[in-house]
């Protein structure tokens, strides 16, 4: 396993760690470039781990993570070929995300960067070419405000920007203890400026700007009109950070929740609404499952800020809240589940006793995928119709899918 190496190299390589079935090593010397390489566009790729695969053209990307994902689905998850289809994803190879996390060099005066590849060190960058134009240019002002603060208690630094780049939000989030006067926190660039204080803490609200929404606005298919859903996510609270791809990808969900008809909809693990408000107008009802509070309460404004009346928010772990429903005899049709990296594995046995119709099942991990798709399959009772990757994150080893399951 070689980081940055690419088919049709050869390289001379130095075996840094070996393994029972294989070894990692890293490149030396390139003898001979692979006619597949191209210039990597950002200065800090090799250094900077946010990135993997700068170095191989788009297409070519593409083309590895669909053959990736293919192979995925077919050997772990014994899916049939021919319901995996092409690898969606937007034009934009860059310029695409929306939000960044950050960490702080070490010392009173530390600079924004991200974690070194390989190591805890942090990387200082003065711009982020996967970062949309509005957060490259919040970079320098950050940095600014950051000096006012007791800067050795940050441990990360979030900026989020509307999809449009109009509005911005900054949070801190620190070890403990105040790390920002509320005299200081008035910044003329931002919509809203949050401290999150110590693991798991409370997120607090230092100043947002009178008249505008609070968090981050971006937007979602409507499948009964030509305008689109406005959301807004609040700090703390999950989303997708390329708004192009998620908008290909709530498509495909609307695209098969029509074909179902459904009448009661179950979203499990919802956030604040991205798949529950899309899905809402094509049924009677919608519950969306959530754990985090904030979420839920972000969620409940969205509903509000759309018209929305038809979606029931339930805060729990969807272990629970499955459970009670099992036991109540609770009917779905359709069973939508946006489930974090670690997959879905402690419901899948409530998924099998409530037995909707249809399951969509969106994954930024095609690994967790395999694992419960195979457990799934084997109750017997649903089969995999079609499965597509999203390509979410460009220039990442990262891979979104939605995979469509209906029973036998």
């Not at 008809?261 to 956030?271: E, I, K, N, S, T």
């Amino acid at each position: 396993m070689v980081p940055f190496s690419a088919p049709g190299d050869r390289a001379e390589v130095q075996i840094v760690s070996g393994h029972k079935s294989y070894c990692e090593a890293r490149v030396v010397r390139l003898v001979e470039r692979s006619p597949l390489r191209r210039v990597p566009p950002c200065p800090y790729f090799g250094r900077c781990g946010g990135c993997q695969l700068q170095h191989l053209e788009l297409s070519y990307q593409r083309s590895l993570k669909e053959r990736l994902f293919r192979e995925t689905m077919t050997h772990r998850a014994l899916v049939d070929p021919g319901a995996v289809g092409e690898i969606m994803g937007a034009p934009e190879g860059l310029g695409y995300r929306s939000r960044l996390d950050m960490h702080l060099t070490r010392g009173d005066k530390g600079h924004l960067g991200f974690m070194e590849w390989g190591s805890r060190s942090v990387v200082p960058v003065r711009r982020c070419l996967v970062a949309s134009l509005r957060l490259n240019r919040l970079l320098a002002p950050a940095q600014r405000l950051l000096r006012k603060t007791t800067a050795s208690h940050i441990t990360r630094v979030e900026m989020a920007c509307d999809a449009s780049g109009r509005g911005a939000t900054l949070t801190l989030y620190a070890r403990g203890g105040d790390v920002l006067s509320e005299g200081n926190a008035h910044v003329p660039w931002l919509r809203g400026l949050y401290t999150v204080e110590g693991r798991g803490g409370q997120l607090r609200t230092l100043w947002e700007r009178e008249g505008e929404p609070r968090g981050v606005i971006y937007h979602v298919p409507h499948p009964r009109s030509e305008s689109e859903l406005s959301l807004a996510a609040w700090p703390g609270v999950f989303r997708q950070v390329n708004p192009t791809a998620n908008r290909m990808l709530v498509s495909k969900v609307l695209e098969w929740a029509a074909e179902a008809h459904p009448r009661r909809v179950l979203d499990l693990y919802a956030g604040m609404g991205n798949l529950s408000l899309p899905v809402s107008s094509l049924c009677e009802e919608v519950t969306a499952v959530e754990i985090n509070p904030l979420a839920v309460d972000n969620g409940r404004e969205n509903c509000l800020r759309n018209g929305v009346d038809n979606v029931r928010w339930v805060r729990g772990s969807a272990k629970r809240v499955m459970g009670k429903m099992v036991e109540d005899g609770e009917p779905f049709d359709l069973l939508i589940l946006d489930p974090p990296r670690a997959g879905a594995k402690e419901v899948i046995e409530e998924i099998v006793c409530l037995r909707p119709e249809r399951i969509i099942y969106v994954s930024c991990d095609p690994a967790t995928l395999a694992r419960d798709l195979v457990e799934i399959q084997g109750h017997k009772i649903y089969r995999v119709k079609e499965s597509f990757p999203v390509d979410m994150f460009p220039q990442t080893f990262h891979l979104e899918s939605v995979t469509l399951l209906e029973r036998r």
